[in-house]
Structure formats: C-alpha cells, structure tokens
C-alpha cells in the first residue's frame, strides 16, 4: 500500500504564494509518474502540473508562467510551487502518484487527501 501525504496549503493573498509537498511512503518497487491536480465546488478535478512517465513535465495553461512542479526521487517527494496566485486558484490540491510492487507489476494509482488552498482577492 503507498501513502501520499500532502503538505503546504492554506490561505494567501491574490499575488502570493505558497509551496505544496507531497510525500510518498510504503512498500513500492517505483513510484512514477507523480503530479498535482486541484478541484474546486462544481468542478471536475482537473490536472494541474505531472511529471511524465519519461520524466518530462506538462502543466494547466492556466499556471503556465506561475507554477513550477519538482521532485525529489531519493525522498520520494514532489513540490509544487505556486507564485503569483489568483482567486482562481482556490481549490483542494491533490497529489497523484502510480506506483508498482514490483518491475513487473501493473502500476496502481494513488491519491493523497487533498489540502485546501484558498486565494483571497
């Protein structure tokens, strides 16, 4: 079983920022690709920034310019750093990982349990 513990959200003036980690635990052979995902009220959860399987990135176009993803593979980690933050941006933040038991294994995915991020105008 794989663990995803989000950390970092919480509530910032429009034009701030805040830092989001993800942390990932439990017994797994690899654990990639990773990435961020966010919902709001009303709205499908929607992808924010990824890693690729490959290691490449993709982001939103909406925080293009504004959000940079990163990981740390020896912890297991991925950040998401968020500058500029507008109201839009208010949502719950996931983190989403597929890890695999072993080189062999159909790799499951997982979800951590989210942290509030709210932006006021």
């Known amino acids: 079983q794989v663990q995803l513990v989000e950390s970092g959200g919480g509530l910032v003036q429009a034009g701030g920022s805040l830092r989001l980690s993800c942390a990932a635990s439990?017994?797994?052979?690899?654990?990639?690709?990773m990435g961020w995902y966010r919902q709001s009220p009303g709205k499908q959860r929607e992808l924010v920034a990824a890693f690729t399987s490959g290691g490449s990135t993709n982001y939103a176009d909406s925080v293009k310019g504004r959000f940079t993803i990163s990981r740390d593979n020896a912890k297991n980690t991925v950040n998401l750093q968020m500058n500029s933050l507008k109201p839009e941006d208010t949502a719950v933040y996931y983190c989403n990982a597929e890890a695999k038991g072993s080189p062999w294994s159909r790799g499951n995915t997982y979800w951590g349990q989210g942290t509030q991020v709210t932006v006021s105008s």
């Open positions: 439990g017994r797994f052979f690899s654990i990639n690709p």
